[in-house]
């Protein structure tokens, strides 16, 4: 599927007591969906977080890139990089979007998946646990699944964990948090990448693992809601 057979939108999705900005990529006859949580000051405009879209729209998936804080938040967290850490407020409104995907048009009814960048990946992960029967599949790119802490061992999604090679203090991180996943887990780590994955084809690495990810497990979760 070609990126011209995407329709692209932009929404104002009401998400725990705030409005968030979000672009909607949608393909015709979508099998899944997936919403990307963003961390360390990263959105919706990311270019990485673009391209692995990009890639999960061409393999049929709609994906929601959703900005977890307002206008005034981003302006105080580019002050003080405080809210970027506050895992907790960022898990409340992954799981509320999560929410409005499972809910409204256009992707009501769909599996969806959760994509966390940096400590975007622990709100993916406790958003995970929270709400078992709606999201189905985990990616982690260069996260910080640790920061999930106790609530780890309540994921029981498949979840896969990207790192690059030349991360070394976030691969023993992530080593140490797969080892208390719950669920099918995966740690993949990409050769000659660094944190942001700006090598030559690491990204593109990235994102075809995420890709075959979502397609093997939000495709087995159609066409029942409980994959039945």
Known sequence: MSATNVIHQSRQIPAAGVVLEADIGLPASPRGA???AHGSGSGRH???????????????????????????EDQIDMRTAS?????????????????????N????????????????AAAALIAAAAQPATVRAVVSRGGRPDLADEHLQEVHQPTLLIVGQRDPIVIDLNRQAMDRLAGEKRLV??????????????????AALARDWFVRYLQSAAP?????
């Open 189 to 206: 780590i990409i050769p000659g990448a660094s944190h942001l994955f700006e090598e030559r084809g690491t990204l593109e690495q990235v």
């Open 224 to 228: 029942g809601k409980n994959g039945d």
């Open 46 to 72: 990311s270019p990485r977080n673009r391209y692995v879209a990009d890639e999960l729209n061409r393999a049929g998936l709609a994906t929601v890139l959703a900005d977890l804080l307002t206008q005034e």
């Open 34 to 36: 997936v919403l990307f």
């Open 83 to 103: 809210l970027r850490f506050d895992i907790d407020l960022l898990a409340v409104r992954v799981m509320a979007l999560t929410d409005w995907m499972d809910g």
């Open 105 to 120: 048009e256009p992707t009501a009814g769909l599996g969806v998946g959760l994509v966390g960048a940096s400590t975007g």
